[in-house]
Each structure stands twice: as structure tokens, then as C-alpha cells.
């Protein structure tokens, strides 16, 4: 099995090009896509390409920007698990709320996610 830091390692290059695909889809240049989430150019350009690993924060600022989901670009960077994210599911909000949220630190959206996905699972019935 994997381990994360393999699993975030071999997604980077995937999410430089769902980043770049997805800034096409919204008909942006690279430069106006730096600008709406506040990133240099040249950033955003080496994350596109792969030779940067931005930071939960720059993905978050960037999924704004864009109008997507953060939780997307958190599984694609590798920073959460795809077996926890809700896609497939019936959207909660949850998730992005928590992702979204300014006032809290990394640390805090983890554990508030690891509590949501532990109560989820919980109250979740099991085929027997």
C-alpha cells in the first residue's frame, strides 16, 4: 500500500493538469487566475507544470477562484484521503464549509474532518 507522501508525490503532475484544465474551462489566462487568488504568476505556472506542490491554503485560494471544490483539489494534491471525500456522494457542504473556512489553521480543518467522516461512517448503515 501506498503511502501518502507517495500518493502526494504522484499527484502533483495530475493536479497541475486538472488546475490548468479547469482555468481553460473557465476561459481565464494564467496571469488572471494569479490575480482572483492572489498567487504570483510564476507560481501558478510551476504548479501547473508540476514542479510545485502548493500548500492547502493555494489550493483552497484557488478552488475559490475558480468555483470548484476545494475538497477536489485537497484529493488530487494528495492532501486528503479519496476513500473520505463525499464525490459520488450526496453533497453536504460540509466538507467545503470546513475547507473554506479563513478563521481556522490547517491542523483544525483536519481533525474537524476526521470527527464529520467518523460520525458519517458511524451513522452509515452496513450491508450484511
Do not use: C, W
Not at 89 to 106: F, I, T
Amino acid at each position: 500500500m501506498a503511502k501518502l507522501s507517495d500518493r502526494a508525490a504522484g499527484a502533483v503532475g495530475s493536479l497541475g493538469e486538472y488546475l490548468a484544465e479547469q482555468r481553460r474551462h473557465a476561459q481565464l489566462s494564467l496571469r488572471q487566475l494569479s490575480d482572483l487568488a492572489g498567487v504570483s504568476n510564476p507560481y501558478l505556472s510551476q504548479i501547473e507544470r508540476g514542479l510545485r506542490k502548493p500548500s492547502a491554503e493555494v489550493l483552497q485560494q484557488l478552488a475559490k477562484a475558480l468555483r470548484i471544490s476545494a475538497e477536489t483539489l485537497y484529493v488530487r494534491a494528495g492532501i486528503l484521503d479519496p476513500d473520505e471525500s463525499q464525490e459520488g456522494k450526496q453533497p453536504s457542504g460540509v466538507v467545503d464549509a470546513v475547507l473554506l473556512d479563513p478563521a481556522l489553521n490547517e491542523r483544525q480543518k483536519r481533525v474537524l474532518l476526521d470527527v464529520y467522516a467518523s460520525f458519517v461512517r458511524e451513522n452509515t448503515p452496513t450491508a450484511d
